[in-house]
């Protein structure tokens, strides 16, 4: 995955395995949102005045952003530039250095410009990003209700967790929206078996092979993994993503009382406590 930009191309053939997806993703830039470019080339015309917590904060609020840089900085780390792993962006960012951050990303390309002929899929990967969002910050709110140590990793967990589904809406927006309208076409039809239908893998499979690929945080590969669901850590991510996607479109979804009561055990609150506190995350 560059780090700078360059002009992003779809595959000339659909791949055709994981193997395939996982080399197409690797090779493309990602590009980022209009408000994060904007705001780092700020920054960058007055880098003397920021620091690493600030800049996190700008990439923090960016899945496509926090990829970027995670992926770059465990590139670093592979090669021995850096001593430690990194797990969260400041980390990152504190590791790099604030000019080498601002040498490796240039002016960053943005999805706005990378989508613009192309507003539905814009529109898909705006409301993944937006779910995204959500999900995120639902998990900083469980976690810190927890004490939980790592609520920067839980956060970015929770942030990144639909991040190939980004990328195919960015790269292979056609058949991105070729499943997006089967599912519309059949509401019970499972997302798994519209990707396997249209891909011929299912995403979960390609991101974590990209995840080992990268070497993002350990919490990410966890919580794809099955073995390690009943983990408080991954169970507290998982239970933000669930929220966040019956909620996207009301507080009616008839699958929310179930969550409501899998975070009351998780948060050890009662259920109208839960319900008020999730209210409260969300307002």
Do not use: C
Request: proline content about 6%; hydrophobic content about 45%; charged content about 20%.
């Amino acid at each position: 995955m560059s780090a700078t930009p360059s002009i992003p191309t779809a595959p000339r053939r659909m791949p055709l395995d994981v193997a395939g997806w996982v080399r197409y993703f690797q090779l493309v830039e990602i590009p980022v949102l209009a408000q994060t470019a904007g705001e780092l080339e700020d920054m960058r015309a007055n880098e003397d005045a920021v620091d690493a917590r600030m800049i996190g904060e700008v990439v923090s609020a960016d899945p496509l952003m926090t990829l970027k840089l995670l992926a770059h900085t465990s590139s670093l780390h592979r090669v021995g530039r850096l001593n430690s792993d990194v797990e969260t962006v400041t980390e990152g960012l504190v590791l790099m250095g604030i000019t080498p951050f601002f040498n490796t990303f240039g002016p960053q390309p943005t999805v706005q410009q990378h989508l613009e002929e192309q507003p539905a899929a814009l529109a898909g990967l705006m409301s993944v990003v937006q779910r995204s969002h959500r999900a995120a910050k639902f998990a900083l709110g469980f976690a810190a209700h927890r004490l939980d140590p790592d609520v920067a990793v839980i956060y970015e967990a929770a942030l990144l967790y639909d991040f190939t589904e980004m990328l195919l809406w960015l790269h292979a927006p056609a058949l991105a929206l070729e499943i997006q309208q089967r599912q519309l076409n059949d509401p019970s039809l499972r997302s798994v078996t519209a990707q396997r239908d249209v891909l011929n893998v299912t995403l979960q499979d390609i991101q974590q092979s990209l995840l080992r690929s990268w070497r993002l945080p350990e919490l990410l590969l966890r919580i794809t993994d099955e073995r390690h669901q009943e983990a408080t850590q991954v169970r507290n991510v998982l239970l933000a993503i669930r929220l966040a996607r019956h909620s996207a479109k009301g507080w009616d979804n008839p699958a929310l009382p179930d969550d409501i009561t899998d975070l009351s055990h998780l948060l050890n609150m009662a259920p109208a406590h839960v319900q008020r506190l999730v209210t409260d995350l969300d307002a």
